[in-house]
């Protein structure tokens, strides 16, 4: 069975930084494409950044402060958040298993983790 875990959310003041790791399990999970999203309650889920094979997209929301950092070997996905910010505050999720379609699209991943709060204070 496909699995992600998110592990390193917290909560941090602003300008401070979190690393979010997720980890993929599971024979058949497709690690090709994967994504951050991030959702707040009564707001849908939004996409913050996307790797895939020789590419890497950030929203424009992040670009510059955060960056990814994919392990391979560990089947491991980082996000390192610098500079962050109040309206960074959010459940994080992973994203695997791409079937197509924009890279920030809820539809286009087929597997998800659980998340990791994340929470900046002023």
């Not at 930084?17 to 849908?44: D, H, K, Y």
């Not at 670009?63 to 459940?91: H, I, V």
């Amino acid at each position: 069975e496909a699995q992600l875990v998110e592990a390193g959310g917290g909560s941090v003041q602003a300008g401070g930084s979190l690393r979010l790791s997720c980890t993929a399990s599971g024979s058949n999970i497709n690690t090709n494409f994967m994504a951050w999203f991030r959702q707040v309650p009564g707001q849908e889920r939004e996409g913050v950044a996307r790797v895939g094979v020789g590419d890497v997209r950030f929203a424009d929301s992040v670009s510059g402060r955060f960056t990814m950092e994919k392990d391979n070997a560990k089947n491991t996905l980082y996000l390192q958040m610098n500079e962050l910010r109040p309206d960074d505050t959010g459940m994080y999720y992973c994203a695997a298993d791409f079937i197509g379609g924009g890279p920030f699209a809820v539809r286009a991943y087929r597997t998800w983790g659980r998340g990791t709060q994340v929470t900046v204070s002023s």
